[in-house]
């Protein structure tokens, strides 16, 4: 989970470690899941991130992970905003879509219509 603020010339340290050890143990997928504060958890005070660290962070995976997959998921639409789709060209090749557990998503014909105005081809996969 990401929980920095973005300044310049912020070391960005831990996401280049993580995504390291992340390729030493050679995962297949890594999901990028952003925080969400909610009321009345230990992180509801935790600052937001601003979404150019969250671009930053992105980029700094996919160079270590250049063959993996990269999904964006749970608080990609409060903390990316409008910004949501540099999250696919900052290096995620991959989507979660719809709601989550515990916390309502996008509409997953706007993550359509995002895909095709990047001048992508979605390729659906459905979990069992």
Request: glycine fraction near 8%.
């Amino acid at each position: 989970m990401l929980r920095r603020n973005y300044r310049p010339g912020r070391d960005y340290g831990t996401a280049d470690r993580t995504a390291v050890t992340l390729k030493e143990l050679d995962v297949d997928c890594v999901p990028i899941n952003i925080l969400n504060p909610r009321p009345g958890t230990p992180l509801e005070s935790a600052p937001q991130l601003s979404p150019i660290e969250i671009l930053i962070t992105i980029a700094i995976y996919r160079f270590i992970l250049s063959d993996k997959d990269i999904k964006l998921c749970g608080g990609k639409e409060r903390n990316l905003r409008q910004l949501l789709p540099l999250g696919i060209v900052a290096g995620c090749n991959s989507l979660m879509t719809g709601d989550y557990l515990t916390t309502q998503g996008r509409n997953p014909e706007l993550d359509k219509e995002m895909i095709k105005d990047l001048g992508l081809n979605a390729v659906f996969e459905m979990s069992e």
